[in-house]
């Protein structure tokens, strides 16, 4: 595999999506201007400027009309695709860690950071779209405001389960908690990790997701029994992960603390992507580049390409060879082979 | 003076108290009348006294058959004899041999005799003698395991028989791996090999008193063959019938015996023919007189309807359904028969409708005479009708080659030339599913020492020896030929001559001479064949070739003719001098050599390569004796079936390769049954993620296929132009 490099950051990276078609990829770094990239060639599409701080966080809606950041100066802004311009800009009492839309694009989660005596929360955002999906107005107030739980560290992350019914979150402490998507309710709190969660990404029908943790592990979970149904054990405290779509991989990337990094040699530094098997959570393979930690994976809905995003303010953007479409265990060599005999006799 | 006793009268003297014990002892008669002498006929003609000579003349002739008769005697009254009559034997072996000839025997028309003994006579008058139908012991069915219990193996592996000194083992093969035992090995199984029936089915052992059969799961021994001495045996080609041959004559004791399996008209016989399944013996046979043996001495048709013998001037052919009696009551007499063969499967004569029951033909071949030449003769069975009959001129030998389907048959004519001192061989192939039954020839300078069929197919391999060159035995002078019929294609496959393929010519694909190979062995599944050089222990060279007739680069064949339909590869060449034996496993995949004990004692042991050639397994045993696989029976997939797995082969060798990572290594095998366990639950996992969605209105999703449809595609074209170089050349300008 032969990188595309993304360079157009001038600071590191801190979220990288992808489109649903996959064929746009969304970027945001701390350096104040968000990109938009096409995922073919690696040419930049445009820049979302208007940002006053670091942007922590991009999401896109799932027709790739509407564009959200998170950012440190205070706001959640929705941007037109097709143009760039700002559609909407919502003031928060603190910096905004994470924002994505709900499934269907007519909510926008937020979570806001506990400084200025503010313990932190997750804000939901409502707006009403029309028939072309075209967003006719932003309502000003919250929908819903998630406070930080008693016992529990901030929330790091959240994400949408399937459907919008929950939010899934990813706290300080390791903890994940789940609550309702309309009310804010809270359903449940689990002990997963023993240090802080950096990252929550669902599938892509949004049933179970995967969380990464400093502690080097990564869980799948169920959102809706809330059971853990894999573990994958690294080596290296981890930033992001994503489910692979076509084939049945996770992808896991992180690295040392930036600021260890300047200490040791790019070696140590374990900031490849690691490849595991999705359900034998064993280590397929690694991809090596990055000169820092990875900050964020994403894979496309397709499943053939992804891209990464790393302290190092590179986006290198992987498009699979053909010997990772092939790669197949003997087991599931086995099992395909016999699914395809028992059609055949059908 | 004689004293006179006037008042004593003989009637007052007083007997009873006169002890004469001594004078009874002494005098007394010999009351044990050898009963069993005597027989009891009953039936005969009721006569007129005047007749009872010539009555007494007749019966007396008859009974004369089974022993010398001493007295007869024929009671009369009112001047007619009564029907009944006793004979006097000389002894009781012919009383009991009359009893078995004439009781039931018809004298004419009106009359039939009931023969029994004076002893049973008196048996049968006796109070207490039952005359009751008394239910005979029928002995309790025992349930034998299943005997193809072997073909049931998940992995579908094949057995093989390992023989090192007294010790026998069967082994599962497991490739390259250690190979499993099937069952403990036994010492002593055996007095000298053991043998497999033609299709697994039956192990069978030799011993002193005869032959047994060993079967089932842990082979154990299902039924006992006893016939003293058994030098050699033969099965018939269902596995139904097991032929025996001892070179000592039955002895059969004139007494009825149950534990004897025969009959006293087996006295002197060497050949038995056994029900494999109940033991029984169901014929015997003398050896035909003057005769070189010829093993098998008993032929079988494809279906075990018919055997046959040779014969002086005959051949005896026997009805396996009808208590082996000949076919239509005698032998068919063929002047100077040498040599009979029966196809190895029914065939579908072009003459024959579509729904008739396939055929059973047989040929055989007749020598030159004064006045008439050599001829190979093709008959159907059990009608006798002639198919085919060829004319040859000059022959030393004809031997018979049928292809295993039996849609060809071979005959080999072995000729001389007019001076007889150089031999040739000719080929005569005859195609058994064409009409008429043509013949087509292929000649050879040489005289042809081997030949073998490619199974199933139409193909074959010869080994020749020129014999008139150097006799010098260092020289390799065996020619290794393969033939192949003839195809005429053009440049894109098609076939042009369509003619080759109902009437084929064959010609040679390749002659590779200068070789020591004395052995053709092709793989059960064609196109691969190996040419061997077996017994030749001082060669240093290659001696073991291993060649691919379907080789799939065809830049790489070593064809010398190209219009043929074969692509020849030589794929191995193998040192193994020692060799003694070689057998292909039923499947085809794997070739064993072995050197036994037996035949020299250098370097026993056994290897097995793959079609390849590559050695898959060895190992060096002292005293090793013998290695062979156990035959399968014939596939019961039918043509489309195979051709289904021929396709999906690529999907099944998947699952094969996970069974053979299983197989070698424990660890990995429990690594892999987890992660089909982790397979097997998450595609549940999926199934239920799918309802719960579906409550929600939503579907399953594991990636996001783009839309292929033109009208959500958009076309960008990009034009790029590439400068590739630029220079700049000053002209001058000509004024001229």
């Known amino acids: ?346 | 003076m004689a004293a006179v006793f006037d008042d004593i009268r003989l009637e007052d003297i007083p007997v009873d108290d006169v002890d004469m014990q001594d004078l009874e002892e002494t005098y007394a008669v010999e009351r044990s009348i050898e009963f069993d002498r005597y027989v009891v006929v009953d039936g005969a003609p009721v006569a007129p006294e005047a007749k009872v000579g010539a009555l007494q003349k007749v019966l007396t002739k008859l009974f004369s058959q089974a022993g010398s008769v001493v007295d007869m005697d024929v009671p009369v009254e009112e001047g007619r004899t009564k029907g009944h009559l006793f004979i006097e034997f000389e002894d009781a072996g012919a009383a009991r041999r009359a009893i078995k000839m004439f009781n039931g025997k018809k004298l004419d028309v009106k009359h039939r005799l009931w023969v029994n003994g004076l002893d049973d006579m008196e048996r049968y008058g006796r109070p207490d003698f039952s005359t009751e139908y008394r239910e005979p012991v029928v002995p309790e069915f025992e349930a034998t395991e299943y005997p193809r219990s072997w073909l049931q193996d998940e992995t579908g592996r094949d057995q093989f028989v390992l023989q090192k000194g007294e010790m026998t083992a069967v082994f599962w093969n497991r490739n390259n791996l250690q190979p499993e035992n099937v069952v403990e090995p036994r010492r002593n199984w055996s007095n000298s090999i053991l043998n497999f029936s033609p299709h697994g089915t039956y192990l069978f052992s030799f011993h002193d008193q005869g032959i047994a059969s060993w079967g089932g799961p842990q082979f154990k021994r299902l039924r006992r063959f006893a016939h003293p001495d058994v030098k050699a045996i033969s099965m018939s080609s269902t596995e139904k019938y097991l032929v025996t041959f001892s070179s000592e004559p039955l002895e059969v004791s004139d007494e009825p015996n149950e534990a004897c399996p025969f009959g006293p008209e087996s006295r002197g016989h060497q050949l038995c023919i056994w029900d494999v399944a109940t033991g029984v013996c169901v014929k015997t046979f003398a050896l035909p007189p003057q005769q070189q043996l010829q093993w098998p001495m008993v032929k079988w048709s494809f279906d075990d309807k018919f055997c046959a013998r040779l014969g002086p001037g005959a051949i005896a052919v026997y009805e396996t359904e009808k208590n082996f009696q000949l076919l239509g009551g005698k032998v068919m007499k063929i002047e100077d028969v040498q040599d009979f063969s029966f196809a190895p499967k029914g065939i579908k004569l072009a003459s024959n409708r579509p729904n008739d029951p396939p055929s059973t033909v047989m040929v055989y071949w007749t020598p030159e005479s004064n006045n008439q030449s050599c001829k190979a003769v093709l008959i159907e069975l059990p009608n006798r009708r002639v198919l085919r009959t060829i004319n040859l001129v000059q022959v030393t030998d004809v031997s018979f080659h049928w292809q295993n389907q039996a849609e060809f048959l071979c005959v080999q004519v072995d000729r001389h030339t007019k001076s007889r001192k150089t031999i040739f061989t000719n080929m005569e192939i005859c195609s058994l599913t064409a009409r008429e039954f043509p013949f087509e020839k292929v000649e050879i300078k040489d005289r042809c020492m081997r030949f073998a069929w490619e199974p199933n197919s139409d193909r074959f391999v010869i080994i020749s020896r020129s014999e008139n060159v150097n006799d010098n035995p260092a020289i390799a002078k065996n020619v290794v030929s393969f033939y192949a019929p003839e195809k005429k294609v053009d440049k894109k496959g098609v076939i042009i001559d369509k003619e080759l393929s109902i009437f084929k010519k064959w010609k040679l694909v390749r002659a590779i001479d200068g070789k020591f190979s004395n052995e053709i062995t092709w793989s059960p599944a064609g196109r691969f064949v190996c040419v061997a050089a077996i017994g030749k222990i001082g060669s240093r060279n290659e001696n073991i070739d291993f060649y691919d007739m379907d080789y799939p680069n065809t830049e790489k064949i070593i064809n010398t003719a190209t219009d043929v339909n074969a692509t020849l590869r030589d794929v191995a060449h193998i040192n193994y001098a020692s060799a003694t034996d070689y057998e292909w496993d039923p499947s085809g995949r794997y070739l064993a050599f072995w050197s036994s004990a037996w035949k020299h004692k250098a370097e026993n042991g056994y290897k097995v390569f793959n079609l390849a050639g590559a050695i898959v397994r060895e190992e060096l045993i002292t005293d090793f004796n013998n290695f062979f696989w156990r035959p399968r029976p014939d596939s019961l997939l039918s043509n489309s079936e195979k051709k289904k797995v021929r396709k999906n082969l690529k999907e099944w060798s998947a699952h094969f390769e996970e069974q053979d990572a299983m197989e070698a290594d424990s660890a990995t095998r429990e690594l892999i049954l987890k992660r089909r366990n982790w397979l097997d639950e998450w595609s549940k996992y999926r199934e239920a993620c799918k309802q719960t969605l579906s409550e929600s209105g939503l579907s399953i999703c594991d990636c996001v296929e783009l839309s292929t449809k033109d009208e959500d595609c958009e076309l960008v074209e990009e034009i790029r132009e590439t400068v590739v170089e630029e220079s700049t050349e000053e002209v001058p300008f000509f004024e001229e």
């Not at chain 1, 779209?129 to 901030?154: H, K, M, V």
């Not at chain 1, 930036?258 to 098997?277: I, L, M, P, Q, W």
């Open chain 1, 1 to 346: 595999m032969r990188p595309i490099m993304l360079m157009g950051h001038e600071r590191s990276l801190t979220q990288v999506k992808y489109n649903r078609e996959g064929d746009l990829i969304f970027t945001s770094g701390k350096d104040n201007v968000a990109s938009v990239w096409y995922a073919m060639n690696g040419e930049r599409l445009g820049t979302l400027e208007g940002h006053n701080g670091s942007i922590w966080s991009i999401d896109v809606d799932q027709h790739t009309e509407y564009a959200v950041t998170g950012s440190a100066d205070f706001s959640v802004k929705v941007w037109r695709v097709r143009d760039g311009s700002i559609a909407h800009s919502w003031d928060t009492r603190t910096p905004v860690r994470r924002v994505e839309f709900s499934p269907t694009g007519d909510r926008v989660l937020a979570v806001l950071d506990n400084v200025m005596n503010y313990a932190g929360a997750i804000v939901v955002f409502s707006v009403t779209r029309d028939a072309n999906n075209q967003i006719t107005g932003f309502n000003s107030g919250l929908s819903c405001e998630i406070l930080t739980q008693e016992g529990c560290a901030p929330v790091l992350v959240a994400s949408w389960s399937y459907d919008g019914k929950y939010i899934v979150a990813g706290h300080q402490d390791g903890k994940i908690s789940k609550y309702n998507g309309v009310t804010g309710e809270c359903l449940e709190i689990k002990d997963l990790h023993k240090q802080r969660v950096s990252d929550i990404q669902f599938s892509l029908d949004r049933t179970y997701f995967l969380t990464t943790s400093r502690d080097s592990y990564a869980n799948l979970v169920d959102v809706e029994t809330f059971e853990v149904l894999k573990t994958y054990e690294t080596d290296c405290p981890l930033n992001s992960g994503c489910i692979t779509p076509l084939k049945e991989f996770v992808i896991l990337g992180g690295g040392q603390d930036a600021r260890d990094v300047t200490t040791t040699s790019a070696r140590e530094g374990k900031f490849e992507a690691k490849f595991y098997h999705k359900l034998f959570q064993v280590e397929i393979g690694r991809v090596d580049d990055h000169f820092g930690p990875v900050n964020y994976i994403a894979v496309s809905p397709q499943g053939t390409s992804y891209a990464s995003g790393g302290e190092d303010g590179f986006v290198r953007l992987h498009h699979f060879d053909k010997s990772y479409f092939d790669f197949k265990f003997d087991v599931e060599k086995s099992a395909d082979a016999q699914k395809k005999v028992d059609t055949a006799d059908r």
